[in-house]
């Protein structure tokens, strides 16, 4: 998939070898649902699950509360 400008912040942070998967995929996802690509950030909250992200932290964020 080629990745436009806004997706720059979002591929660095997935490429970055330091960090918490499951907290780097929410913080994309928050990121992605505030420049209103919803379907990338479903995509990247998806990743968070899958990386161990529990749901009540991903309720507690301001952005998604889902």
Do not use: C, F, Q
Request: proline share 5%.
């Amino acid at each position: 998939m080629a990745l436009g400008p806004r997706w720059s912040m979002v591929a660095r942070a997935r490429a970055a070898d330091d960090g918490d998967p499951a907290e780097i995929a929410l913080y994309n996802a928050e990121t992605l649902s505030l420049l209103g690509d919803t379907a990338a950030s479903n995509r990247e909250l998806a990743r968070a699950r899958t990386s161990g992200m529990a749901k009540a932290r991903i309720r507690a964020s301001p952005v998604l509360g889902k």
